[in-house]
T-cell receptor
Framework: GESVGLHLPTLSVQEGDNSIINCAYSNSASDYFIWYKQESGKGPQFIID?????DKRQGQRVTVLLNKTVKHLSLQIAATQPGDSAVYFC??????????FGTGTSLTVIP | DTEVTQTPKHLVMGMTNKKSLKCEQHMGHRAMYWYKQKAKKPPELMFV???????INESVPSRFSPECPNSSLLNLHLHALQPEDSALYLCASSQDPAGAYEQYFGPGTRLTVT
């Protein structure tokens, strides 16, 4: 399943499928990006980050891709599990060294 | 210990009340933050403390007053709030005030203004 983040804030996927969550960022000068996961009733939790000198970074079951040309960031979750159900936010570090969050995408995993 | 704690978890207050939210971290982080999050919206930055000094105020109304008593503690004093201030208030900390590393978030305080 795939979302376009800012335009489609919800995404439903079958358990075991791969998920792709997209984020369009606004500032071409932003140089550091973070994906956070926020479960209901909890604060955002760090998933993975990427700096602007990289195009791709992999973690455990997650991969972040950065396309600076079109100012686009994506989070790929492999073999999505019910515990992955949450809201996912991308955050960009601006020229003032502070992070600003995107709209978020709500991911629902169907067992 | 990679935890940011916040108290209370829930708070209901009237528009004439004065209350405080508290945040604590013991990771030695030198930057601490307050965010406000409305339902189904992303967190919005309110204040940043860098080395215990207020470095950023994102044009927050004066009815919100932050305080950083020491490097581990961050308070948010609330006075004469409005119902539209009802939200989840998140505290975060980071190793580096320049934003070179990720922020660690607390669970938040759910505030309701009646």
């Amino acid at each position: 399943g795939e979302s376009v983040g800012l335009h489609l804030p919800t995404l439903s996927v079958q358990e075991g499928d791969n998920s792709i969550i997209n984020c369009a960022y606004s500032n071409s000068a932003s140089d550091y990006f973070i994906w956070y996961k926020q479960e209901s009733g909890k604060g955002p939790q760090f998933i993975i980050d990427i700096r602007s000198n990289m195009d791709k970074r992999q973690g455990q079951r997650v991969t972040v891709l950065l396309n600076k040309t079109v100012k686009h960031l994506s989070l790929q979750i492999a073999a999505t599990q019910p515990g992955d159900s949450a809201v996912y936010f991308c955050a960009e570090r601006n020229t003032g060294n502070q992070f600003y969050f995107g709209t978020g995408t709500s991911l629902t995993v169907i067992p | 210990d990679t935890e940011v704690t916040q108290t209370p978890k829930h708070l209901v207050m009237g528009m004439t009340n004065k209350k405080s939210l508290k945040c604590e971290q013991h990771m030695g982080h030198r930057a601490m933050y307050w965010y406000k999050q409305k339902a189904k919206k992303p967190p919005e930055l309110m204040f940043v403390y860098s080395y215990e000094k207020l470095s950023i105020n994102e044009s927050v109304p004066s009815r919100f007053s932050p305080e950083c008593p020491n490097s581990s503690l961050l308070n948010l004093h609330l006075h004469a709030l409005q119902p539209e201030d009802s939200a989840l208030y998140l505290c975060a900390s980071s190793q580096d005030p320049a934003g070179a590393y990720e922020q660690y978030f607390g669970p938040g305080t759910r505030l309701t203004v009646t």
